[in-house]
C-alpha cells in the first residue's frame, strides 16, 4: 500500500487482504492471496502483470461481478459484498462501467442500441435512452456509425462502443481489461487519448489492466499484481 498516496486525496476503493478462490474437479484454486490497496477519487491506475496472475479477477471483484473467498472491497467505506439485490445492481448499472477484454458488443444490435442497453435495463425511458447514448457516441467520436452492427465496426471503432456502452450511465469508476489488447499500436493510441481525455472530461477514476507500455506510462500509477499479490505499486 502507498500510505502518502492515500494520505492526500479521498479514498474510493479500499481493498482489505483479498484472497479468491476457484473450485475446479482438481481441486481449489488460490488465484488472489491477501490483495490490499487503496484508490483514490480521480486516480488512474495502470494493472499489470503476467497472463494468470489474477488482474481480471480482480477487476471482477472491484466491480462487484463476483464474491471474494476472504476479504472484503469497500467502496465509499461501504462494503460491496454487503449489497444485494436492487442495491448492488444499482451498483454495477450506474456507479461503474466494465470494458471488457473482449468488448462483449451484442451482435445482432447496432452501435446505438448497444449503447442504450445499459439505460433501458436501469429503466431510462427509450427516447432519453436515444438522446444520451447519441451523445456519448459523439463524444467517442461515432456520430457517423450509430447504426453500424459490431461487425461492421473497426477493432478500434467497437472498443468505443464498449467505452461509450461504459460509461452512458455517467459511473464514477471507469474498469477497464485490456482495452487496446487486440488494436495495432496506432489505434490503441488513439483509444489512451480517448480514455484520458474521458477522464478529464467526466472526473472518472480509471482501473486499466493493459500490458501496453504507453498505455500505463499514461496513468498515474502502477499496480504489478504477480502470482495473486500486490508485487508492485508505484507512481509513475
Ligand atoms: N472461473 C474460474 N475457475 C477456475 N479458475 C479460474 C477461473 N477464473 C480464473 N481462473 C484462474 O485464475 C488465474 C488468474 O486468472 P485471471 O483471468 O485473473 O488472470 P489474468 O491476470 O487476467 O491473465 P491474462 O493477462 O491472461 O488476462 C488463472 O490461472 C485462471 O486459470
Ligand atoms: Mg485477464
Do not use: W, Y
Request: proline letters at 3%; hydrophobic letters at 40%.
Amino acid at each position: 500500500m502507498n500510505d502518502s498516496d492515500a494520505s492526500n486525496g479521498t479514498v474510493m476503493i479500499e481493498v482489505a487482504d483479498l484472497g479468491k478462490s476457484f473450485s475446479t474437479p482438481g481441486g481449489d484454486i488460490e488465484v488472489l492471496h491477501g490483495v490490499s490497496l487503496r484508490i483514490k477519487a480521480g486516480e488512474r491506475i495502470a494493472v499489470v502483470g503476467t497472463s494468470g496472475a489474477g488482474k481480471t479477477t480482480l477487476m471482477h471483484l472491484l466491480g462487484g461481478l463476483d464474491r471474494p473467498t476472504s476479504g472484503d472491497v469497500l467502496f465509499e467505506g461501504e462494503s460491496l459484498f454487503r449489497l444485494r439485490g436492487a442495491e448492488l445492481d444499482a451498483f454495477r448499472n450506474s456507479t461503474v462501467g466494465f470494458v471488457f477484454q473482449f468488448n462483449q458488443l451484442l451482435p445482432e444490435f447496432s452501435a446505438l442500441e448497444n449503447t442504450m442497453m445499459p439505460l433501458l435495463i436501469g429503466g431510462a425511458r427509450r427516447s432519453e435512452a436515444l438522446q444520451k447514448s447519441t451523445e456519448m457516441l459523439h463524444e467517442v467520436g461515432l456520430s457517423h456509425r450509430l447504426s453500424h452492427k459490431p461487425g461492421a465496426l473497426s477493432g478500434g471503432e467497437q472498443q468505443r462502443v464498449a467505452i461509450a456502452r461504459a460509461l452512458v450511465c455517467k459511473p464514477r469508476l471507469l474498469l477497464a481489461d485490456e482495452p487496446t489488447g487486440n488494436l495495432d499500436s496506432n489505434t490503441s493510441s488513439e483509444i489512451m487519448l480517448l480514455l484520458n481525455q474521458l477522464h478529464q472530461t467526466h472526473g472518472l477514476t480509471m482501473i486499466i489492466v493493459t500490458h501496453n507500455q504507453a498505455l500505463a506510462n499514461s496513468l498515474d500509477r502502477t499496480l504489478r499484481i504477480e502470482d495473486g499479490i500486490v508485487a508492485g505499486d508505484n507512481l509513475n
